[in-house]
């Protein structure tokens, strides 16, 4: 029986000494990613599935820009260093905005 997901992610994200804070984010970002997706496994999904995830994020519970980034490198750090699959270029999407001054 293989490792758990969000165990492999915890893993990584140790071996490469992020902080705490960084572990739970990501943590929090790719169980989110995966639920949003009906718990379908990320590695049969690829960069549209990113791409609708993130394009919700901005439309419907608009987040702050810098908190749909966050989102961002969490699921392509899942992708890139635990999973280590390449996703290829994410469509355009909607963007958060930025709060302006």
């Known amino acids: 029986m293989g490792i758990k997901l969000l165990d492999r992610v915890r893993s990584t994200i140790r071996t490469r000494h992020y902080s705490r804070r960084t572990e739970d ?3 929090y970002w790719i169980r989110r990613y995966i639920v949003f997706h ?27 820009a810098s908190t749909q980034n ?8 899942l992708y890139r260093d635990v999973l280590q699959v390449e996703v290829g270029a994410i469509a355009q999407m909607p963007r958060a905005r930025m709060p302006s001054s």
């Open 25 to 27: 984010a990501y943590v």
């Open 38 to 64: 009906k718990k379908v496994h990320p590695s049969t999904m690829g960069a549209p599935e990113i791409s609708a995830f993130l394009t919700w994020l901005a439309v419907e519970p608009r987040l702050s």
């Open 70 to 77: 966050q989102a961002f490198c969490a699921v392509l750090f």
